[in-house]
């Protein structure tokens, strides 16, 4: 897992840092032209660096220098002196190589913009010669973070600059995958200077994490894995059948769903073993896990309730995140996993699903929190995990469903809540980005999809 810290955190590292500063700005100012020259800067074209008086201008006089080498006509547009003793030995280097340095001014022709302005440590409104800049039709590479954006929180106060790229040190930090910061950022570099550590407040998933456990050669259809869908009410009958049929198409051997509607699922679905909500509580010692909630009605939220309390492992989606269904599950000592989206979380905990929030309710009720959104977020009171593999084409009606029973099945699989959790998020939302290459993603497509990743 890639380790995220705040921008504070990271600024007290860089504080506390005893080696040499001159040379780790050169290695930053070196990433920097780099991916400026990812971004078309070459022999002969332009390039205008914005550098404000701090270290992030800093680098940006460092990569201005290592541009010129490289043919390219670079003019540093510089909003103050610089006023650090690095700063200021980057800037005497760069006029010494023949670099023009010249007060920021009104936006000049330019072919690509360096963002070497403040990074995060301008809070407020920007000056309007820098918010001029911001309009300027080229790619833009960002030092640290875009100018305008906040590096705790992603937030924008103001304006940001829009980065193709943007070019950090030592690991990510929160506001590059928090709030606005995928919009302003682009791609995140993470370049190592040799300023590294920290205490990491969330960590981003990749594909290691994302584990799928291999089938045992002696593994029948109840051994495999067995999972139990409740849900399936009139007129939202679909949402049960999507969690099921992904349940069985996401590896588990035996998947059932109980409704007061299993005519309409056995139609729909006629792989699918049904029972009533009833008969499911009698045979609940046949499942490892329950998938509660895909298309659970209200009305039917007391025989749930009733069947839920028996239940070991349970994942509570749409209708099962209500007050009966998760107090049910929770007294019952089950392990439980939720998985709402933002409207949800708010209103199970009354409170913003924000990562301090959602980890605080994962703690205080010993469940795992699965938050639905851009990026994923997972946590059971420790520092949450990012899934960033999901994007907007999974914003459509039932593919919530497909995730539930992925889950499910992942967790009957063998492995814990929290690491099915992840896993389920990471390979639905590759699922997703493969299918929307081809066509507008929908649930019934995407359970189709997701099989191909089940192993």
Sequence with gaps: MKPIVTGEEYRRIDKAWEGDLI???????????????????GYGSRVAVLAGPG???????????????????VVVHALGSPKTAESVDAAHKVRRSGVRVVELGPPTAADVVIDALFGGGVRGQLPAVVRDWMDVDVPVVAVDYPTGLD???????????????????????????????????GEVTVA???????????????????????RPRRAHKWSAGSVLVVGGSTGIVGASVFAGTSALRFGAGSVVVASPRSDLVHQMAPQLPTFSLADAAER??????????????????????????????VVLDAGGLEPGPLEAAKSGAAEVVITPHDGEFKRVAGIGAGSYSIRAF??????????????????????PILVQTGGPELASIGTGDVLAGMIGALWARGLDGKTAAVSGAYWHGVAGAELARTQTVTAPALAEAIASHAW
Excluded at 301 to 307: E, G, I, K, P, Q
């Design 23 to 41: 040379q780790a700005m050169d290695k930053a100012g070196h990433a920097v032209a780099l991916a400026a020259s990812r971004a078309g800067a």
């Design 151 to 185: 590096p705790d929180t992603g937030a924008v106060a103001d304006v940001a600059f829009r980065a193709v790229e943007t070019v950090t040190f030592g690991t990510l930090k929160t506001g590059h995958v928090s709030g606005g910061g995928p919009d302003h950022c």
């Design 362 to 383: 994962a703690t205080r009720h010993g469940i795992t929190v699965l938050r639905k959104g851009s990026p994923t977020m997972v946590t059971d009171g420790c520092p």
């Design 284 to 313: 609940l010692d046949r499942f490892d896990v329950v998938v509660a909630g895909p298309g659970l009605a209200a009305e039917d939220a007391d025989a749930a309730t009733l069947l839920l309390e028996k239940a070991g492992r």
């Design 192 to 214: 190592d200077i040799g300023i590294n550590g920290g205490e990491a407040s969330r960590f981003i998933a990749e594909e290691d994490d994302a584990v799928r456990p291999p």
């Design 55 to 73: 270290n992030n201008g800093g680098d940006g006089y460092v990569a201005a220098r290592y541009l010129k080498d490289r043919g390219a006509d």
